[in-house]
Nanobody, 121 residues
């Protein structure tokens, strides 16, 4: 099983980025997919999750209204559209797969390697 996150980079505050995560999961459409992030010196924190069919989403308060999670089950992919980026959004972003939408790291079974997002002033 492999999750490959991509799309990170350097962006100015107020800008946008779209992260992608390609999954090799055979039963991708049965998994909840989540995005987490980890800033230097901080614990990994929940960003967003999406249900297996894409009809249910949940966001952390810090990104609600700015970020949008989506998925394409035909492509075994999940996305995170990030708008209105702030300096505090700087982190390594990880995609994860699990059986339920959860803010808890240990509730996800599979993790990608992470992609770095750096927001500059």
């Amino acid at each position: 099983v492999q999750l490959q996150a991509s799309g990170g980079g350097l962006v100015q505050a107020g800008g946008s980025l779209r992260l992608s995560c390609a999954a090799s999961l055979r039963t991708f459409s049965t998994y909840v997919m989540g995005w987490f992030r980890q800033a230097p010196g901080k614990e990994r924190e929940f960003v967003a999750c999406i249900g297996p069919r894409g009809s249910t989403t949940f966001y952390s308060d810090s990104v609600k209204g700015r970020f949008t999670i989506s998925r394409d089950n035909a492509k075994n992919a999940v996305y995170l559209q990030m708008n209105g980026l702030k300096l505090g959004d700087t982190a390594v972003y990880y995609c994860a797969a699990g059986l339920r939408c959860s803010v808890i790291v240990k509730n996800y079974d599979y993790w990608g390697q992470g992609t770095l997002v750096t927001v500059s002033s």
